[in-house]
Nanobody, 127 residues
């Protein structure tokens, strides 16, 4: 059974750091593109970052570029999102997702490209 489980969220002060984890089961994670999305209250879900299955290439939304780093530990079948210099506007529920059907080549970096999702982890940046 395909499953993604996020962890690592919490409350942090502005300027602080958190590391989110996305543990996969039921499939080999490095064979698929894995992404992080987030959804703030009253806002649409937005793509934050992804790591490609092909060459491990990465992408970041402009809003997090230079502050967030996505990485993958194949031995642990886990993807991480290191978040530094956090801002109040980073407050959201963060989800990891897997493109198990290769839809990104058609639909691009959009939530419709990702068929498997975790339950989400809350990140709150506040003083």
């Amino acid at each position: 059974q395909v499953q993604l489980v996020e962890s690592g969220g919490g409350l942090v002060q502005p300027g602080g750091s958190l590391r989110l984890s996305c543990a996969a089961s039921g499939f080999i994670l490095d064979r698929y593109t894995i992404a992080w999305f987030r959804q703030a209250p009253g806002k649409e879900r937005e793509g934050v970052s992804y790591i490609s299955s092909k060459d491990g290439g990465t992408y970041y939304a402009d809003s997090v570029k230079g502050r967030f780093t996505i990485s993958r530990d194949n031995a642990k079948n886990t993807v991480y999102l290191q978040m530094n210099s956090l801002k109040p506007e980073d407050t959201a529920v963060y989800y990891c997702a897997a493109d198990l059907w290769g839809r990104m080549v058609v639909a691009g970096f959009s939530d419709v490209s990702f068929s498997s999702w975790g339950q989400g982890t809350q990140v709150t940046v506040s003083s």
